[in-house]
């Protein structure tokens, strides 16, 4: 027992001296004091620094520091070939562009690598109901540009090149980058203002009137907030790609169509990005996304194919034979793919000349098929490094402002929330809590308030976390209703879908709600609440669904 009591002392000696001696190294270095502190040069820091830096009031007012532990002159100096692409994009909302417009941002955008989106055609994997969402249908307000397209993709590295192009001239923001987050602490020594103290790996230390943590899922800033969060992972992950395809022919609409498929293991988007480029994103079962990954890139521009276009048991089919060689160790080769493929167009009778033959097509070009506008254009090739796959999950911060210990901090992106990619909507609640925070900040200063403390940031908490839920609570809706095999299920999501294709005024709420438009409204708030409640009963059906499933199985 003494022995023990002995040992105890010493280490409890030890932690005592190591905590004293780190203390003391806090204490006696230089401390730079900042008005506000952004963790994470992603887009919705750099964001969130440009629009601060643009307002003249915040910028007389202010001093801004960005932290970024990555390299952002690499970001900078990006560059690709005009047709090559990264394999991270982003779909822009009309009024996400329109607030990167009023900023500075926009005019910083290599608009040649972004592409509108005109249309969208979704469809059911399992029954092929369809619905079609054309910007043509939209109401203009005299901005006939806007109403042309429902959004803008870009590659993320653009966005991002652009806003830090545009902090260049901003000289009341600081950028630190290629340094970590070592250690924050509150303040709290005798005099002192409680403030968040950030501690750096190059042993810069800044005390913070306001911190914003803007440094994605896994958030230090949220971490010392104290702030917790709910949610869960899908168990599936997203694998995208670069694809490489033929131009639209002659007869044909140019490409400025995304096209997704719900299948229950997780959608299928292809998304434009130029006249002869598109984008996928894929999601799937981790072990099926690790061996697409690995296997031969010709593998996944056939199954991309098939996907698009073969009923679901046979792409079902597919997915097992990939499995099948994954567990004996081996890839599959691309030669065998194609072969299953071949059998399987053969097996339902799909033409050679129909727009859903991929591997027996024999169309070489002329007047396409009548079909050749509802799949996308067969995929030639995949872009050299640009398969690659993350895993998708939904979290929610129970809160966006820290309290008591943890005040004076703030979350916005990816911190604050993480949805699934499904409907492309994370960059813009990102850009939405951006856009809300900065005004919030702007309005504090015009009245000579606090902008660190709990009073002025409750508005963009209170603005933003409703908004933000209400998206996220409709696509994880959305991933579990199309997750299921179930007939009842897949006969009523089905009707709904097809009924909703043919309500024009509903279909044009939509997109104005997904594009964000600027539009003139009226009761806009009754084709919003029509649109819940179509969801609701679908998600009825869904239960409804399940139980006859258990009844069945008994």
Known sequence: MTVQRSLSKKVLSGVLCRRNALCRAYSTESIQDKDVVIVGGGPAGLALASALGSNKLVRESIKVALIEAGDLSKIRDWSLSADTYSNRVSSITNTSR????????????????????????????????????????????????????????????????????????????????????EHIQREDKEGGNNWPLVHLSDGTTIRARLLIGADGFSSPVRSYAGTPSYGWSYDTEAVVATLNHPPRGAFQGPNHTAYQRFLPTGPIAFLPLSPTVSSLVWSMKPRLAAALCKSDPEVLANMVNAVFRLPEVSVRYLQDRILEADSAGKNISHEVIRDEIAFREESHDISKYSAYASVTS?????????????????????????????????????????????????????????????????????????????????????????????????????????????????????????????????????????????????????????????????????????????????????????????????
Request: hydrophobic content about 40%; overall charge negative.
């Open 98 to 181: 329109a607030f990167l417009e009023e900023i500075g941002a926009w005019a910083h955008i290599d608009t040649s690598r972004t592409s509108p989106i005109r249309e969208m055609q979704v469809w059911d994997g399992m029954s092929d109901a369809r619905i079609i969402f054309d910007a043509a249908e939209l109401p203009s307000a005299g901005n006939v540009a806007e109403s042309s397209e429902m959004a803008r993709l870009t590659e993320n590295l653009n966005l991002q090149r652009a806003l830090l192009r545009h902090l260049v001239n901003i000289d009341c923001v600081q950028l630190l980058q290629k340094v970590k987050v």
């Open 362 to 554: 024999a169309i070489s070009g002329g007047i396409p098929p009548n079909d050749a506008e509802s799949i996308p254009p067969l995929v030639t090739s995949i872009q050299p490094d640009t398969i690659a796959s993350f895993p998708l999950r939904y979290n929610h911060a129970e809160s966006y402002l820290g309290e008591g210990p943890g005040s004076r901090t703030v979350l916005v992106g990816d911190a604050a929330h993480t949805v699934h990619p499904m409907a492309g909507q994370g960059l813009n609640l990102g850009l939405g809590d951006v856009e809300c925070l900065a005004r919030c900040i702007a309005q504090t200063l015009k009245y000579g308030g606090d902008i660190g403390s709990f009073t002025a940031l409750r508005p963009y908490a209170r603005e933003r976390y409703f908004a933000n839920h209400k998206v996220m609570s409709a696509v994880d809706k959305l991933h579990k209703l199309y997750s299921s095999t179930l007939e009842p299920v897949v006969w009523a999501r089905s009707v709904g879908l097809e009924v909703l294709n043919e309500l024009d005024s509903v279909k044009a709420a939509i997109m104005m709600d997904v594009g964000g438009g600027h539009f003139v409204r009226p009761g806009r708030e009754v084709l919003a609440r029509g649109v819940e409640v179509l969801a609701s009963g679908l998600s009825a059906a869904t239960t409804l669904g399940q139980r006859l499933g258990g009844i069945r199985n008994s």
